[in-house]
């Protein structure tokens, strides 16, 4: 998006593909999107699209299908345990059109963690991966995701997917990092609406202005979130927005009985 | 999913589509989906699928359409206040092949609202909706979301789109709510997997058994949510599961040095 000259390198991009049917059903909220998604922001990849399906191989297989065609990366989380809903190593395979097997490496990982007593046809379920994959190691539960390709599929839980994360991320070809700075005011959106979209204009394709109402406690206000990859374009950016909801705060001020 | 007498209708569906940068630069997290999956979960409606798309008009206008044409009902959060980054009305417009112009009940409202001193071209966009919509009000801010056909757009903010839920939950044809019970337990998921899937498969289709490790302050664990739109079937599942943990319970128990 930026057009500065050491920027100019094709953008790296990433989708997340969340896996489970708790996460539809109201039960259980989210939260290695978040994660995934600060840690991307600060390597320099773009998260472009996230999406979240239920327990079932050929839905999770056909989204899995659109998004790594698509970006550079595909992050998945959920359904790499050792019980009947977790398929989500099937689902990858399916969607590569790849054979699932026992990978050696993941059940010696497993049979060295649990010892001949509890290793069990249900833990060793943990060592299947479509052909091809290759470990992403964690230390917090011992049972290993896997990537293939640009595909990368870790656990749901967050400790254990953050462990994921953290081990495949040198492995991930990073951009020129998308900087912001966040200016937060009780200017209203419907008075910033038409001068914000100047300031907008004014630096059309380098810098990305985001407008976040909030309602907290009764009162409205405005987060103001100004992003691009070029330090000094975004300072100047970022005090046009400040001159902006200052002269508004001071109009309001002005305004109240 | 369901094959009892009285559950043989066909389900009813949903989609929710999440529009917003914020959510995919890891500023911002959801709070909206579980909201939304919550209210349906009661009313009987199932949450089959979530997207989170950008503020880009083309990728929430393509994802609209793959969801309207799958599901009964999608849901769209973000993007309908009234600042430059706020395009969702004009993609649901494109989305659907429509124009888009003011409607001018919801002109009237904002009217009313803001009164002919704060009355601005950026308020005015909020009337900006496609032809054929009808809107969905609420009282928190005055600006209505809206409904044309399957599709009901509602803001970001989440005490708005809550109220706007509230709005149009009523006109919504439910299903067979479903019903669910939760069993924790210290088992080990790995101890549970084989036994558990028996009993998924002895309760296969009428039943949905989900296994959903957790690790707290370094121990592990398993909740275990067994799902069903029959009240006895399910009690009877619940039951067995029960039994089988506290089974895994007492041998776990039994094996510490």
């Known amino acids: 998006m930026a057009r500065g000259a050491k920027n100019e390198k094709t953008p790296v ?3 997340v593909l969340l896996i489970g049917d708790e996460l539809l059903s109201g039960r259980t909220r ?8 600060d840690l991307m922001t600060r390597m320099g990849i773009d998260v472009r699209e996230a999406r979240i399906v239920p327990d079932i191989e050929e839905e999770i297989a056909a989204a899995l299908n659109a998004l790594r065609a698509r970006y550079t990366y595909v992050f998945t989380t959920g359904g790499i345990g050792p019980t009947h809903d977790d ?5 990858v395979a399916r969607a590569f059109g790849v054979k699932i097997g ?5 059940l010696a990982l497993l049979r060295e963690r649990y010892g001949e007593r509890d290793i069990n046809a249900a833990r060793m379920r943990m060592a ?19 990537r293939i390709a640009n595909v990368i599929v870790m656990a749901g839980v967050p400790a254990i997917m953050q462990a994921m994360l953290d081990a495949v991320a040198p492995e991930l070809e990073g951009g020129v990092p998308m900087l912001s700075r966040s200016v937060r005011t009780n200017a209203l959106e419907g008075d910033l609406g038409t001068p914000l979209g100047a300031i907008q204009k004014e630096f059309a394709h380098e810098i990305n202005i985001g407008s976040y109402p909030f309602y907290e406690q009764g009162n409205f206000g ?3 979130v100004v992003r691009g990859r070029d330090d000094a374009l975004l300072d ?3 005090a046009a927005v400040k001159a902006l909801a200052r002269k ?6 002005k305004g109240k009985p």
Chains 1, 2 share one sequence.
């Open 102 to 106: 026992v990978n050696k490496e993941a």
């Open 248 to 253: 508004l705060e001071a109009e309001r001020e």
């Open 30 to 37: 989210d939260q290695n999107l978040v994660h995934i998604a």
């Open 222 to 224: 405005t987060n103001i």
């Open 87 to 91: 398929i989500t190593a099937d689902a």
């Open 13 to 15: 991009t990433a989708a």
């Open 236 to 238: 100047k950016a970022e």
């Open 128 to 146: 299947r991966m479509p052909e091809g994959a290759t470990l992403v190691h964690n230390e917090v539960s011992a049972a290993p995701g896997f």
